[in-house]
Structures are given as structure tokens and as C-alpha cells.
């Protein structure tokens, strides 16, 4: 049973295991990310070079995609990427950052699905939904609004992939197959930051490399960054000392913020 | 007439109407240009990819090109990216990051100024300078010095692309044509944090998406940036803490600090 | 003899010609570097561009190579870098960023240094034990363990490539040919923020384009580090706020804090 319990072991476990996050990320956030995972205890590299990027996958113990800023090199990089993820029987976490926007983002997002096996998609509602393809959309979920819509996108595309799909919010909401957890924590400050959505990605590539139960590892992603936010909001005076507060939150929180702060709904 | 009434209206059309602002850019800003954009409240995209970066044009209400670090693939972006906004009537901001510096840099300023419809070109005074050729140098500019060659060149470049151009430098330099709007707000830590150049030509671009004067958008955006740089200022310990609290201040400023500091003189 | 006053000579150099220092570095840390260097006094510029590397170089005074991103075409402007800050007779640092890791990195950073004369190498322990081919590993250092295995393999380079080598680590080990020297300013926060090594590289840059003596000018920036980290963190909660304090001090920091905190151990 998913528990306050359950993302605090998790999180000791990065930190007493300081598992290697291979990101093939955008160029926005690259800083931004590889702090992120310093901060909560994981150990960052950025590789996108085709020459490489097998062999550093054979070094690590999770592999976050996200396709912010993608080009054809990049794009061919991340299916080595996933390639030998499937093959080191590591967890692949996909972030189909802008999916539904252009038709180039739309198909290279499915592309990568179908290289090889994901373990966690994590986007907000729209790129999500950019996911699934016309057919599924209009017998699924186009009759549906709001989070209902969400859940139900999510349970289509984690049943197609067998993966667990994180959709972030003013409720996160994540899915596998039947299973459904909501998550209330966070702060109106975080969108006003760029690329805290990518962190949550390779959050969740962190909490992944340390647990197999992929739902688990999604949503203790998404707790720990919802209860630094709300943290950080206490102290900061705009986007930027939200930002500085946040990556030290990373560092600082612990059991006792979790405890105390922790809103699921299963 | 320009005044702290056309500043403050712009910012709150921006806020209101919350435009995306389409960036290429450079590598070494691309993180804080985005978060001044979203600080500001407009929405940034950053996408270079040529195979998408027409659509995502489609999606934008300005389009903001900066040759900081480019490279072949990148300028070819560039140029889609200039005709396509041309076709769609938005507007293009253009900062010539090290023109003059090398060749390559003059000569991918320039050609990008033939390519299309540029609304405002935002440059330091050397990188300006360079985009004229030779020969209006020497004819135009060469025997004058200091602010007024500042001015002269500015004129020269308004009128050969018909765009406003703002010059940034201890009293900033706008110039249409005829017109000319000079904007004594800043500070001196402002050139010891990279890429506030680059963010004045980010917040240019969310001031031209709602001001279709692109002169009014050119000196909203200095002015913006300068007070909240002396607004910053006035808290910072050093260069980073500056950034910072400019930052924050972007999200805050609101009528009351442009009514109480713009300074300028037209 | 090397001393606080080499130091403080050098910074005051550094604050006074404001130093070029032409950076191809990767994509993780640019804004970060770009901000040290401003943040010390030096003058930083960013470009790989082949069209233009060699020209950028002819305007600076020192040269970065970090290979923490590398891809190809990144790696071709490396190249005609160095060649042309030999020809130019301006200092290469080389920042070796994950040699060792894979193969394609260890390979790429030995041909670059095969490409021409590097000045210094900086790096951590394995990345430049990396540096040296099995042959000299077996016969130099593996039979040695920890710093002593650090200087002898730095040793051994050194003698190679007649260049100055820095290692970073809780004690920062700095060695040309048979000189040495010790330092053991530093905390240990410094880790937890991404890019302070290739930091580290970016500052080295700086203090050898004030000081051709390059055992003097990496043991320079490595206390400068050093010193602003121990400052930083007294005022840090968290890695992000040891950030910010970390670059206001590098802004700050003069004779004083030299004097009162310098630790070398010659």
C-alpha cells in the first residue's frame, strides 16, 4: 500500500545508494536538472553523443529522455539510449516536453515509444493526450473533461506501453494499468519556473533506480517535489528565490516534511 | 506620446494576454531568458529544429532570434523561422550577439536582416555598429563619437530595414526613424551577470507581441529591465544575488516602481 | 615562491586587464562558467562554431576546452582552437570532463591533447589517471594509492606534455614536472552543485592568462575556489543558496580572505 512510508525509504535509498540519472535532456534545463538530482542525493550525467551514449547507459541505473529542445542527432541518440536501457534491463523515463504542439514533437514522442520498453511517462495533460493516437482519443477520453479525461488517457496509454503514466497538475495524477494515485501537494509558483516539470522527470528517474514499482517511484517523485515547492513558496519572493529554495529543499527534506505534508488520494 | 502610462499598459497586456515568445537562442541564456519570460508572465518556447520551428512560429505572437553561439543547422533555423514569421505578421526581435566580432557573425547578422521583416534590432553599440557595411560607416557615423554616433548609427540601420533599434549601454538608445527615445534606468552590476543582454531582447519580444509600436515595445522593455536592475540592486550582494532579485522583481514590478523611476528623456 | 601574494597579484591582474577567455565548454555548465568568470573580473566569450573558433581566438588571452558535452563537431572546433592558441601563443586549459567513463571520451580527450601545446589539464583524480595509456598506468602508478598515486600520475603527464596539471579534491593537487603543490581551501558542498569543476577550468583560464606561470595560476584559481567555497557555505543552507554566495564572493573576495584562509602545503 502506497504510503508516506513508502517515499521516505525511497528517498533514503537514493541517497545511501546515489544511483547514476543518465539524461538526454534539453538545453534549457540541463542545469537546472543536474542540480535537482545533486540536491536529492542522485548523481547526474548529461551524454548525448552517439559515439557514447551506449556506454554510458551501461554505467547507469536509470535513463531520462525529454525531448525539450530535439534535433535528428539528439532524437538518434535517445533510441540508443533507450535500446540499451531495454537491454541493461534499466528504467527508461520519457518526457514528451511540447508532444501535441508540433507534429514533429507529436511523432518523434510516439517514435520513442515504440524503440524500446518505458518505464514512466511524465508530461502535463496535453502532451499526455498528444500521446495517444485519433482513433484511441475519440473512443476513449474525448467525452471526458478535466482529471476524469486525464485518468482515463493515462490508463489507455500505460495499458498500451506497460508503463506508468505521470501527468503533472494542480493534482498530479498517476496511473498504471488499473491503479490510480493522486498526489495534492505543490505550489502556484512552480510553473513559473522553467523546467520544473523536467525536474520532475528526472526526479522520477532517480526514485526509479531505486524502485522497481514504478507507480511507487513515479509518485514518490512527484510528493517530493510538490512538498519543496510548498516549502520553498514559505520563503521565497518570486520565481527566482522559489527556484533557490526548492533545490535547497531537495537537499533538506526528510521524514518529517513528508510526514507532515504528504497529500495522497488513492 | 511615450511615457511610465504606455510602460505600464504593455505590462499588464502581457500579463493579461500572456504571449508565447518563440526563442532561438544561445546556449549560455537560454535558462534565464526563459525565466525572465515567464517572471515578466509571457510564455516561453525555445525550439531550433528546422523540421518544426515553422509550426512552432505558427503557435507564437513574436518570434526573438539571437546568434549568441550559432552554428550552420541553428542560422538555417533562423532564417525558416524569420520567413515564417514575415508570412504570419508577428514580430521579430533580433540581437546580433558579437557582430563585429568575427565574420561569421557579421555576415549571419546581416544576411538574417535580408531574410525578412525584422520589427526591432537589440544590440550592444559595437554589435549595432557592425551591422551597417563600410561604406555607411565611413559616410554616416565614422566622424562622430560616443551617444550621438550611437544615434546616427541607429537611424542609419531603422531606416535601411525599416525596424526600430535599441541600443543598450549606460543610458539606453531608442531610435525610429526620426524618433528616438533615451532611457537613463539601470544599473552598473547589470554587464556583470551574462546574458542580460540577451533577456532585454527576450522581454523586447514580450513587449512587441501586445505593442505593435515596436518603438513603445523597444523602450517599455529597457525601462522594465533597468528599474527592476536598480530595484535588484539595492538588495544584491554580488552578481548572483543581483540576478536574483532581478528576476523576482520582473514577477513583481508593477505601476508604483515605473511611476516612481523611469527616467526618460525623449 | 608561491604564496598568498602570487594570488592576490594575480586576482588584482585578472580585475584590472579583464582578461578574454574563450570558453567551448558543454551545455550543462556555460551560464555558470560565463557568470564565474564575469563574477572574478575576467570577460568571458562562448563560441564553437568551425566558421568562426579561429578568429574568437584571436582575440583572447586564454583558452577553455571542456569536453563534458562533447559530439563531433564540437570536438573539430576544439581542435582548430587549440591550434590556434598555439600559433597565437595563448594558454589551453583542458577540463577532461569524464575521461575514463567512456571510451570515446578518454580517446577524445587524449587526441586533443596530441592536437597541440595544452598549458593545463584540470580534472579529478580518475579523469586524468584516464589521460595516461596503460603502459605509463602500469609501470608509473598503479601499484600507488591515493594522493601519492595522484601526483605520480600528474608526474607522468606533466613530463608528456610539458603542461601544468591540477587535480581537484579535498585536497587539490597541483604538479609541474617535480614541483607540487597542496591545497586544502575547499568544502564540501562544492560537489553537490554541478559544474564547479569545469568552474575550476573556467577560473584556471583566467588566472594563466594574468600568469604564464601555469603551476602559479592553477594553484591561483584552486584557491580562489576554494576559499569563496568556504565563505559560501557559512552562508548556504542548501546547495543552490551555496551557489549564489559562492559567485557574490567570487565578485567579492580580495587580500583579506586570501591572507586569513590560504592553506598550501608546498
Redesign the interface.
Known sequence: MFSAKTVIRDLEKIRRQVPLVHNIT???????T??AL??IGAS?????????VE??VG?ASAVVINI??????WVEAMEKAITAAEKKNIPVILDPV?AG?????TATARRLLETGRVAIIRGNGSEIRALLDAGARTKGVDSLEGPEAAVETARLLSEKYGCAVSISGPVDIIVRSEETVRIGNGHPLM?????LGCTASALTGAFAAVDSNYLEAAAGAMIVMGICGELAAEQ??????F??????????IGEKEIRERIKIFL
Chains 1, 2, 3 share one sequence.
Open positions: 534539453n538545453f534549457v534545463v540541463m542545469n537546472l543536474a542540480n545533486l540536491s547526474p550525467v548529461m551524454a548525448h553523443a552517439v559515439e557514447e556506454e554510458m554505467l525539450g529542445t530535439l534535433s535528428r542527432h511540447g504542439a508540433t507534429s514533429y514533437r510553473p513559473r519556473v522553467t523546467g521565497a519572493r518570486g520565481p527566482a528565490s527556484e533557490l529554495h526548492f533545490l535547497d529543499w531537495l537537499h533538506n
